[in-house]
């Protein structure tokens, strides 16, 4: 088998980590690695595979060679990818830089993988919570096209990063000590307010657009009309953050244009690739972000039928969104391409 030179822009960070992960378990065909990150963790060591890989500084000239790069994701991407692609390599980012973008493919390849074959150096990983709705979506829309969706996410704190899920691990010590929960990442970093999310919710992911939605809602609206390539569809979201350590919960609701049988939706969800029908409510067995942690398949259950309107089904879904979420997709994107002869 053919093996690739393969860079990690972000190597340090949980995605850049759980890339890692994932080539190991799944005996990705690499023959070079390259780990790079800012000059913050420029120089730290690596143990992977049995042996030890030194942390370099992402530069313009990182990716001489390289045949595929992955983008943990963050600002760097919009400095680095185009360096990437002079170099040669293919570049799957995981940041919101390109995801819009017209010219670049905003890939689930379990749902759009035609797509791939119409990149042109870039290929963009979605938002997780987008990705993980529209592995639900997708086996429903192909029995029946769908015409609006409305989805509440219950998103946990590692959405935020490595310092969400210290914050919360520090506010629930405190609490238990009697002592005040302080807050200074979230909802979101940069802004002046912060909140405890220990014992709490917070209906805010990101930050405020003119429109009242957050940037994290309008994620899951533009992208999943660009991933299904349908602009008819209605869609609206409500984020929130809450106090789960990681995999994220989704409550969905899907008015179709013709009617739906309950059995037709489950034969569809159990097929699908990437998908687990964890539905049985006489035996209280349902998808829940605890034993979807560190998985790769995402979860639905609860699937009902909505009898406040016509041709419209309910459904939960969890899914690990540093795994499918996030590197897993990007690692398939480029599975994909190998096996299809793209790269």
Not at 157 to 179: I, P, T, W, Y
Not at 186 to 203: D, E, Q, S, T
Not at 286 to 308: A, I, K, Q
Request: overall charge negative; some cysteine.
């Amino acid at each position: 088998m053919k093996k690739y030179r393969v860079a990690i822009l972000g190597a340090t960070g949980a995605v850049g980590q759980e890339f890692l992960n994932l080539i190991e378990e799944r005996k990705f065909p690499f023959s070079e690695l390259c780990l790079l990150a800012s000059s913050r963790s420029a120089g730290k060591k690596i143990a992977f595979m049995g042996e030890e890989y030194t942390v370099q500084e992402a530069a313009a000239e990182s990716f001489a060679g390289i045949d595929i790069a992955l983008f943990a994701g963050g600002a760097a991407s919009a400095e680095f990818a185009p360096h990437a692609v002079k170099a040669g390599a293919v570049v799957i980012d995981n940041s919101s830089t390109f995801r819009m973008d017209p010219e670049v493919p905003l890939v689930v390849p379990e749902v759009n993988p035609q797509a791939i074959a119409r990149h042109k150096g870039i290929i963009a990983n979605p938002n997780c919570s987008t990705i993980i709705m529209v592995m639900g979506l997708k086996p429903l829309y192909d029995l029946a096209k769908i015409r609006r969706i409305v989805v509440s996410t219950y998103q946990a704190v590692s959405g935020a990063g490595k310092e969400g899920m210290a914050e919360l691990k520090e506010q629930v010590a405190a609490l238990a000590e009697g002592k005040e929960a302080v807050a200074n990442i979230l909802p979101v970093g940069k802004l002046p307010k912060h909140y405890p999310i220990a014992f709490n919710l917070i209906p805010q992911i990101d930050v405020f657009k003119d429109n009242l939605y957050t940037k994290e809602e309008m994620k899951m609206i533009d992208e999943t009309k660009k991933i299904m390539e349908d602009d008819t569809l209605r869609i609206t979201a409500t984020t929130v953050r809450v106090p789960v350590y990681r995999s994220h919960a989704e409550s969905v609701n899907v008015e179709f244009k013709e009617p739906i049988s309950i059995d037709a939706a489950r034969s569809a969800l159990a097929a699908f690739p990437g998908v687990v029908l964890h539905d049985d409510p006489s035996a209280q067995e349902y998808p829940m972000p605890l034993y979807t942690s560190g998985r790769n398949d995402v979860e639905v259950g609860r699937l009902r039928v909505d009898e406040s309107a016509d041709n419209a089904l309910n459904f939960w879904i969890c899914g690990d969104q540093i795994r499918k979420g996030a590197a897993l997709n990007a690692l398939q994107i480029a599975e994909y391409m190998i096996a299809h002869d793209q790269i």
